[in-house]
């Protein structure tokens, strides 16, 4: 938009310091933002996201020039902005701190706006509280989609697929996996009852696994193992069908059978070799029951 020095004529004579002092604080943000998300783009682990944050990072060095001249006009010297916020050291917390600040960033622009009574600025600032809710919506959706990958990356290294997937195995590994998986069981027994009431199987493998909670709590004790963190719960999704509910204990069942498989082809102390392979056992009980109520949900009604 194209403005003259006269826009402003008007104005300077009854300035409004508060006013003058919050396009300087927006200055000073914009500014920050610039130096905070040149950073930000360099550590984006996407070339999409990367290429997403430099547009925003040329809105916001468009802000910061309009901001400027805006200043400059009302008071007739050039202003020196500001580092008011540090930038983080990684992506996540970067992106984070980001979208919460363009969320407060887009209020304080438009009470800006509704402060002035010059119609340059009140359009300027308007423009610039679209800008940042745009921006917001995108930082969100990057804090979204890095949590789903973060969480895909900690479910590998969790429970039975983390000790598939692990290359080297000691006893307090191996205990932990099984106690995760244990967890994760609970969780996925504890959604699926929430949702569809009493399911008798579910019900009874439920109270089973709790056994083998407490089979793995005296060797956790006997062997001085801490026990794991419960953050099983963030890994588990509540099923849409039961027939859905029964093909995730299959899942579950095969993962925990496998891990324990894996397990016992390793040299043992004898009570742990006997925790273990009984376990295996009920898992493989518990599976069949699991194939049992999925093939009745499959048949034809």
């Known amino acids: 938009m194209q403005y003259h020095p006269n ?8 300035m409004d310091t508060s006013l003058v002092n919050d396009i300087q604080k927006a200055i000073n943000g914009e500014y920050s933002a610039v130096k905070c998300y040149e950073q930000l783009a360099q550590m ?17 060095k468009r802000h910061l020039k309009e ?18 916020e540090e930038c983080l050291d990684t992506y996540k917390k970067g992106i984070d701190v980001a979208f919460i600040d363009e969320q407060k960033t ?7 706006a509704n402060k002035s009574t010059n119609m340059y600025i009140k359009e300027i600032f308007k423009r610039a509280a679209a800008d940042e809710q745009n921006h917001a919506v995108w930082f969100l959706y990057f804090l979204t989609t890095n949590k789903a990958n973060h969480q895909r990356q900690n479910e590998s290294n969790y429970g039975a697929k983390g ?8 006893l307090p590994q191996m205990l932990t996996y099984a106690m995760q998986d244990e967890y994760l069981a609970q969780a996925r027994y504890n959604n699926i009852l929430n949702k569809f009431g009493y399911v008798r199987t579910f019900v009874q493998i439920k109270e ?3 056994r083998h909670i407490y089979a793995l709590q005296t060797l956790f004790e006997r062997y001085q193992v801490p026990l794991p963190e419960d953050i099983s719960q963030s890994f588990v999704t509540t099923p849409e069908t039961i027939k859905a509910a029964y093909a995730s204990g299959v899942t579950g069942e095969i993962d925990n059978i496998a891990m324990y498989n894996k397990f016992l082809s390793l040299d043992l102390p004898s009570d742990v070799r006997i925790v273990f392979t009984n376990l295996r056992n009920a898992s493989q009980n ?3 029951a699991f194939e049992r109520g999925l093939a009745r949900e499959t048949e034809p009604k």
Do not use: C, W
């Not at 000790?163 to 000691?170: G, R």
């Open 7 to 14: 826009v402003f004529n008007s104005f300077r004579e009854t």
């Open 208 to 210: 089973a696994e709790l």
């Open 106 to 112: 887009v209020d304080f622009y438009l009470d800006i």
């Open 286 to 288: 518990h599976l069949r």
């Open 163 to 170: 000790a598939l997937n692990a290359t080297t195995l000691n």
């Open 44 to 60: 984006a682990p996407a070339q999409m996201e990367r290429k997403q944050i430099m547009e925003i990072l040329q809105d916001e």
């Open 67 to 84: 901001f400027s001249s805006i200043y400059t006009y009302l008071t007739g010297k050039n202003p020196v902005p500001q580092i008011t």
